[in-house]
């Protein structure tokens, strides 16, 4: 999608008045789209005020991570909203520190934005603060590393091992059944 | 037919309406006519394969079009994708529960080598879990080549002398 910067200034402003009031909240231009930046402190009210205010971002399209290691705050979490009513798409960032990589969750906003939140956890563990299944998606269960993040090598830490764990329980289990029998 | 007419033969057989053979050919001639292929279509690499069972390339020829999706009837799996290791497991039980004897093809670069992906998700080559009997190189190969690999797992079958009689 392609905004001419004259509709993005437009946008940007009326976005602007309804964030007016609201501290720690910054609005940005964006090279495709506004872009707020929020503390995560405030970031489940601001979220709210989005879904139900005027310009009504019905839609949690996406949810991922930024690694910025060896920078502080590390981590930062980036949402795409759109807007069904108004054409209108905006992005929304928050950070969080190594090693306390909690986020509230927006999934009493956005059901949908469950299995994102589950995504993002599971490539960059981000924990996400009442989320109600935090499970891992794409990597087995069990696994100890998030693969995105930027200390993780490419081929992976020990990737083969919760087969290989599996595997032995098997063949031990089946050769009790065979020596009971 | 090439084993039937391996075993020796007397005069006059069809004229008395019998043959004579081995049972060991006329178990593999069995065998190798009617493979049942257990269809692991993991990614791209199973269009592929559903295209050689299709009417233009016709696995039927070779009599080994009747794909089970129960690996309990199946004797030939065919692993047509990229196989990961939290699919690994699956992959593994189904084959365990396919009855013997049963022959495995390795279907493409990815379960051959893990191909173009060398990363953290993925097999690094099917043959760290399973026995391969064939690969098949290409990306994806072609569905003659895979009809290849089949006449050749059909070549493997004819030479099987493990039958045992008596004791
Ligand atoms: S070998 Fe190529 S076509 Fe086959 S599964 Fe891998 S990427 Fe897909």
Redesign the interface.
Known sequence: MRTSPEDLRAQVASLAETFSDWEGVSLQAGIDMPQLTVAKENLVPVMQALRDGKFRFAHCSMITAVDHMPEEPRFEVVYGLYSPSCNQWLRVKTHCQEFEEEVPSVTGIWSGANWLERECFDMFGIRFQGHPDLRRL???EGYEHF?LRKE??????E??R??RQ??EGRRREGAEEESAS | MGSLIEAPQPQNVGEQGFLTTKLQHLVNWGRKNSLWPMPLGLSCCAIEMMAMVGPRYDLARFGAEAMRFTPRQCDLMIVAGTLT??M??AA?TVYDQMPEPKWVIAMGVCSSSGGMY????V?QGID??LPVDIYVPGCPPRPDAVIDAVMKIQKKIEQDRSLKFGS
């Not at chain 2, 060398?118 to 998700?121: A, L, M, Q, T």
């Open positions: 794409l990597m087995p693969p993780f090598p490419r081929d992976g830490i990737p083969g919760l087969y599996w595997d | 290791w939290k690994a497991r593994r060398k990363n953290y998700s097999v760290s879990i």
